[in-house]
């Protein structure tokens, strides 16, 4: 069961990876540092959305953006974290 602890982590440790990537990304391509135009810039992007939108969807109908700025992302970190939190304090259930 210890296994299945790891992978949890795992998971949760690369859904964060891509939500920071995400959102790096993002302000890039606002400040036009990256170009949508490039094949390879275009392609992380649409990966990252499409893998990101399922989580992003539901917050986004209860906190919708305000004002330009998503908090999508920063809810979905803490959720990501407190999720996170919640299988360290409970480890032990899985011995």
């Known amino acids: 069961m210890t296994s299945l602890?790891?992978?949890?982590?795992?998971?949760?440790d690369i859904v964060?990876?891509?939500?920071?990537?995400?959102v790096i990304m993002s302000w890039l391509i606002s400040f036009q540092v990256?170009?949508?135009?490039?094949?390879?810039?275009?392609?992380?992007?649409?990966?990252?959305n499409r893998l990101l939108e399922p989580i992003y969807r539901p917050i986004r109908k209860i906190i919708p953006p305000m004002s330009g700025i998503d908090?999508?992302?920063?809810?979905?970190?803490?959720?990501v974290y407190a999720i996170r939190i919640i299988l360290m304090n409970n480890a032990s259930?899985?011995?």
């Open 34 to 48: 990256l170009n949508l135009h490039q094949q390879l810039v275009a392609q992380i992007w649409y990966m990252l």
């Open 71 to 79: 908090l999508a992302p920063l809810v979905a970190l803490i959720g």
């Open 5 to 12: 602890l790891q992978i949890l982590l795992l998971i949760l």
């Open 16 to 22: 964060w990876f891509f939500i920071i990537a995400h």
């Open 93 to 95: 259930l899985f011995y």
